[in-house]
């Protein structure tokens, strides 16, 4: 388990499982979220099909996080966990089996394959509703924070590890793309262990005794108007999902396997750490400012990085992107929760995650035409300007109304 040191002092063993289990499943996204584009050019699809079914995957997955959120209420939390590592199951076990587009596209709109970054997944909304009851209100960006950063650090080595293909062929005679296939196993194995460790929760094993008529009531409307931010948001974002900038990489500056692995491996690391931060921030200035005045310089800095004649350069741009683009991640996620009552908040997470997904989900189509035309970095350009809009609309309407971390009385 994860040491009790590493988390708040208020949080549950059960927080303790929850975080565990999300650093499995978070290894496994980052290995496939990088050695997925490359496996895909390696058995012929082009990068506009590439952008296809990276497309698919995140419009699946938001209609997938769409019903398990409003469903969340209804049903054993833990079961419906269960359900989902079974489905990540089938999704690495299928990618490993099958090579022709429409099977492709049918897996990753019905499976929970991950091409970006952070977590956009089915288990998201169930994960961060369970979590928000583990631990003291003062504490809940903390525990998001921690959470964050083992996950993030977890794809961090999963995407280093995505550069094994390469010497495990050379050394045992296997074609590359056998090799490559065998990372999609080890993501289903991955789905093995986070279902091991969801089945000892103590929490989240019964459906409330009294069923709402509606996931949302109370929190309503100030759910629906942050989901149509978070879109926004989302859609920028969604032309640089990790998979889209691998791709641009391999073409912009012939970026090898292994050298795409060490800089999302640093990246990945950079993005996590730095989440540590974000509650310290919250304490002093308040959780909007802390998200939009981290992640501003971001979206220049990606913007600045598509213009970067050389790959080091570009490579320091996106670093330093990194370093500031998940600090409002904890932040958003507290905010969110400390807005809605308890028994909403698998609802509320859920709705403002799923138009985050379909907003992303939109953009990497339109990201692998602009890559298939030019190795102009157009979709760090794009992405970045988009995401700036949001943090703008954010500070706007949203500066004096959040819950501060610093001595609100919170709803649960």
């Known amino acids: 388990m994860i040491a009790a040191q590493l988390l708040p002092p208020s949080a549950t063993p059960d927080a303790s499982r929850l975080v565990l289990a999300r650093t499995v499943r978070a290894f496994a996204d980052g290995l496939v979220s990088v050695l997925l584009p490359a496996y895909l050019t390696v058995i012929g699809y082009t990068a506009v099909q590439i952008g ?23 049903w054993s939390t833990r079961a419906l966990l269960l359900a989902a590592c079974a489905l990540m199951f089938a999704t690495g076990v299928g990618f490993a089996s099958v090579a022709a587009l429409l099977p492709l596209v049918l897996l990753s709109v019905i499976g929970t394959l991950n091409p970006t970054a952070g977590d956009v997944s089915v288990f998201m909304p169930l994960e961060q509703s369970l979590l928000a009851s583990e631990a003291d209100p003062v504490d809940r960006a903390t525990l998001y924070a921690r959470s964050n950063v083992a996950a993030a650090a977890a794809a961090a080595v999963g995407a280093l590890a995505s550069a094994f293909p390469q010497p495990l062929a050379r050394a045992t005679g296997l074609e590359i793309a056998d090799a490559m296939r065998l990372a999609f196993l080890v993501y289903a194995a991955a789905a093995l262990g986070a279902a091991a460790l969801y089945r000892g929760l103590r929490t989240g094993g019964a459906a409330a005794a009294s069923v709402p008529r509606a996931p949302l009531v109370r929190s309503r409307g100030i759910v629906l108007r942050l989901s149509a931010l978070f879109t926004l948001d989302s859609f920028g974002g969604g032309f640089v999902v990790q998979s889209l900038l691998a791709l641009w990489l391999f073409q912009r500056f012939s970026f090898s396997l292994a050298d795409a692995a060490g800089f999302f491996f640093v990246a990945t690391l950079l993005g996590g750490v730095s989440q540590l931060l974000s509650p310290v921030l919250a ?26 004649p050389t790959a080091p350069l570009a490579v320091a741009f996106l670093l330093l ?14 905010f969110v929760m400390s807005v809605v009552p308890p028994e909403e908040r698998a609802a ?6 799923v138009p985050r997904s379909l907003g992303g989900g939109l953009a990497p189509l339109v990201s692998g035409w602009m890559l ?13 300007v988009l995401k700036v809009v949001y ?4 500070l706007r309407n949203y500066r004096h109304h959040e819950a501060s ?4 009385q919170d709803v649960s």
């Open 52 to 74: 296809g079914i990276v497309t698919a995957t995140l419009l699946g997955s938001a209609g997938l996080t769409l019903g398990i959120g409003l469903l969340a209420h209804r």
């Open 283 to 308: 304490r002093r200035i308040g959780l909007v400012p802390t998200m939009v005045y981290t992640h501003i310089p971001a979206n220049l800095f990606l913007v600045i990085a598509a213009f970067m």
């Open 321 to 334: 992107r990194m370093t500031l683009s998940s600090m409002d991640v904890p932040a958003r996620q507290a």
């Open 348 to 353: 509320a997470a859920s709705i403002t995650n």
């Open 372 to 384: 298939a035309a030019s190795s102009f970095g157009w979709p760090l350009v794009v992405g970045g």
């Open 391 to 394: 943090d703008l609309l954010l």
């Open 405 to 408: 971390l610093a001595g609100r």
